[in-house]
């Protein structure tokens, strides 16, 4: 099948269900035959950001590598599916403009579920001080004003939402 | 025009003139609808790759993230191309067996001839010490034992270079 490129970056915090939504919605639209790639911005760490660290200036550069790969996939008609916290505003304003073909889709589980479910424990490393520069611990996550789709995975299973993506790539002509 | 993806990987030493045969060949395979993306060594420095220096670690990390991107646009049907001397036989080999559809194209442009010409100066700098790890003077290349395809540009003009490796692609049936 043939599709315009795009690029679908979920945002969200640590464990919100980011990377779980992104694999699903890949794996649907594989199935429709449209070429599509994941970033995943924990996995990307071992490969394009391996020297990168969490302060602000380290994570702005992750998001910014990802944000390159995606727009050059995105530009050759594939859909890039980026699944990384991207916590500053401007960084995703900065990919926005930079590519052009790009949807924002907040991922917006509560922190308090996020820390409870805590499946890495992650939440509670960073609360004993163990991990520093956490997002929504002791790192700021700056929620998106107007994304283009906010997910609530309190609210509706992971495949929901991957299809209500999925419908919204329909609606915005990316899939032909 | 359908096409099998492959990354096609320019190697030499500074200012063989691998980027210049890299632009010829990219401009030939878009004028046939092969859908093409030039990654340069020295343009990833400014984006993928702004943090890395010269040294053998940081060389082998710039080729790896390269190899990265490259390995993802080649499965997905497009022509990677990379001017990047990556001087390591090691990491090259390891780009070959990471991505599978690739194409090691020396660029053997002898370092007399690369030094005499010096356009961008900076055979000079290293030779006065002002550049540290540079390819040819004071870091090692190590030539390509056995690549797909050796350019001779004191012997042929870049164009008639890009023609051949063209041809090379056509042999090698990645054009469809």
Not at 59 to 74: E, K, Q
Not at 121 to 137: D, K, P
């Given at each position: 099948m043939s599709a315009k490129g795009v690029t679908v970056w979920f945002t969200g915090l640590p464990g919100a269900g980011k990377s779980t939504v992104a694999r699903l919605l890949a794996a649907r639209l594989i199935a429709r035959g449209v070429p599509t790639e994941v970033l995943d911005g924990d996995a990307v760490r071992t490969s394009l950001s391996r020297d990168l660290g969490f302060t602000r200036r380290d994570?702005?550069?992750?998001?910014?590598?990802?944000?390159?790969?995606?727009?050059?996939?995105?530009?050759n008609g594939i859909t890039a599916i980026a699944a990384a916290v991207a916590p500053y505003a401007e960084a995703r304003a900065a990919l926005r403009a930079e590519i052009g073909d790009f949807l924002e889709i907040h991922v917006a589980t509560p922190l308090e579920v996020c820390e409870a479910r805590d499946r890495s424990?992650?939440?509670?490393?960073?609360?004993?001080?163990?991990?520093?520069?956490?997002?929504?611990?002791s790192d700021p996550y700056e929620a998106p004003a107007a994304p283009d789709l906010r997910l609530d995975l309190a609210e509706r299973s992971a495949e929901a939402c991957a299809v209500e993506v999925e419908a919204l790539l329909e609606t915005r002509g990316y899939l032909g």
């Open positions: 994570r702005d550069s992750n998001v910014a590598r990802i944000g390159f790969v995606c727009g050059l996939l995105t530009r424990g992650r939440y509670a490393a960073a609360r004993r001080g163990e991990l520093q520069n956490f997002t929504g611990v």
